[in-house]
């Protein structure tokens, strides 16, 4: 990012070229559609450009980057009529998803039954969990880099974690 | 199985489901933002990393601060020097006549032109040489006066400070004025003892007029009607540019403007090839419309390309 931020294209090519794919399945597995997925992708990697110039390293790009997503996300969900709430309810659970029209169906057709059920148990957790499950699969982020990302502490973000684990676990047992 | 081992199991699974990539007309769309942003503005000479990011803001402070200090200095010591110089002229002024109150009254007024007598005196002996040739020759056009030996400056600039008053008005025509104002202003003396012919004092005095350095500022404002419209015009300009305009009617249309119309902005904009205008635009759309679905129908024409 600073090599963009001091003129380089090539440099954002290459930064885009490796975050764009977690970042584009944490966006999707968030929302769950995919024409609302590729906007709000699209916002964030906007957000970052107009960022360059007063860009600052002060933590890890991935982390900055998915700071920018996740307020991104707060933003669709509170304009969505979603109650921010959700975000720190630790047990709220939300209704069983129909569907996932993200995925390709032939791909869905093809999946393991095991595999669809952990989609589905990722898409049903309350999304505070789902949220620190996904950053830490898609964008490798640590207990405390999640933190940061999601404006919480290191706390709250270890246990949303592992209730999303526990969950997980559960769905994939049933 | 450990808690740690369906923990793994769990995260291999869910690396096994589908890899989604975004649609590759996006990944262009966004890399020709970035490359973009790249054109219209270049990166900084100096990087403002660490420490350095704060030289710029602290060297502004400094000279802001410089600035006032030095513009208050200068401010409280223009009021000393002008106290100066009423205490020179006020002694002969009392021996005068009521009627000289009023010319000093009027050089008071004028803070710029009532510089201190004292000044114009230091200014008055070095220039003395440069005003000797004129005075020469407007004494052989004077012959009345041609006998009368030349006073010291000094006392020449404390007599000259109460002049309107004295009761010789066709003064010497030669003599060095240092404040030209009050003298300028005032009306022809009636001609009385001296037969110097008014016409060679008027052609001798615009000789002796270059003295207004004491009152530059001020003789600039009133004395140069040409430079004053010419400022007048510049400021008029500025306020009349069309960027002035346009840059603020832009701001208050952006706030009262639906997203409909903001849309069709950022559309129109495309289709002009102002890619650049129209990815700022999109941008500041999406930061006052956060969720607003854009139809269908325009997604093509507005999404960044």
């Known amino acids: 990012m600073l090599d963009y931020r001091d003129g380089a294209a090539a440099a954002f090519e290459a930064l885009y070229a490796r975050h764009k ?29 107009e960022a360059r110039s007063r860009y600052q390293p002060q933590a890890r790009f991935t982390t900055w980057l998915y700071t920018i997503a996740h307020n991104r996300l707060v ?42 059920r952990l989609a589905h148990a990722i898409a049903s ?50 | 199985m450990t808690d740690n081992d369906r923990e793994e199991e769990i ?37 403002p990393t ?25 401010q409280r010591e223009q009021p ?12 002969p002024a009392r021996k005068d006549e009521a009627g000289a109150v009023a010319p000093r009254a009027e050089m008071q007024q004028d803070k710029l032109s009532a510089q201190p007598k004292e000044v114009e ?7 003395a040489p440069k005003v000797q040739p004129q005075r020469q020759r407007a004494q052989e056009a004077s012959p009345a006066k041609a006998a009368k030996p030349a006073q010291p400056p000094a006392a020449e600039s404390s007599a000259l400070a109460t002049a309107p008053a004295e009761p010789k008005p066709p003064a010497d025509p030669g003599r060095f004025s240092p404040d030209p104002g009050p003298v300028a202003a005032a009306p022809p003396p009636p001609p009385a003892s001296a037969p110097a012919p008014q016409m060679q004092m008027r052609q001798a005095a615009p000789a002796l007029q270059p003295a207004p350095r004491a009152s530059d500022s001020a003789g600039a404002t009133a004395a140069s009607p040409p430079a004053a419209a010419e400022e007048r015009r510049a400021i008029g300009g500025l306020r009349d540019s069309p960027r002035f305009d346009t840059r603020t009617l832009a701001k208050r249309e952006a706030v009262a403007e639906p997203p409909e119309k903001m849309l069709e902005r950022i559309a129109v904009l495309r289709r002009e090839g102002r890619q650049k205008e129209a990815d700022d635009l999109y941008v500041e ?6 969720d607003y679905r854009i139809p269908e129908a325009m997604r093509e024409q507005v999404l960044p390309r």
């Open chain 1, 21 to 49: 794919t977690p970042l584009f399945r944490f966006v999707l597995r968030s929302v769950r559609e995919r024409g609302q997925a590729e906007e709000l992708h699209q916002d964030i990697w906007m957000r970052v450009i």
């Open chain 1, 125 to 174: 957790l309350p999304p505070a969990q789902r949220e620190a499950f996904l950053l830490r699969e898609e964008g490798g982020l640590s207990v405390e880099e999640i933190a940061t990302a999601t404006g919480t502490n290191a706390e709250a973000a270890k246990s949303r974690l592992r209730y999303a684990l526990a969950k997980l676990r559960q769905a994939l047992d049933d």
């Open chain 2, 80 to 91: 000393d020097t002008e106290l100066g110089a009423p205490q020179i002229s006020q002694a």
């Open chain 2, 50 to 74: 660490g420490r350095r990011r704060w030289t710029v803001p602290i060297a502004a402070a400094a000279v802001i601060v410089l600035s006032a200090v030095l513009t208050l200095h200068v």
């Open chain 1, 75 to 116: 933003d669709h969900w509170r304009h969505s009529g979603l109650r921010i709430v959700s975000l720190d309810d630790e047990d709220a659970q939300l209704e069983e998803p129909e569907g996932n029209p993200g995925l390709n169906p032939e791909r869905q057709a093809q999946a393991r039954q095991g595999l669809e």
């Open chain 2, 285 to 290: 759309f999406r930061k006052r419309f956060p």
């Open chain 2, 11 to 47: 995260r291999r699974r869910y690396r096994e489901l589908a890899r989604e990539e975004p649609p590759r007309a996006l990944d262009e769309a966004i890399l020709a933002a970035a490359r973009r942003e790249l054109e219209t503005r270049p990166a900084p000479l100096v990087a």
């Open chain 2, 121 to 127: 005196a230091q200014r008055e002996k070095v220039e």
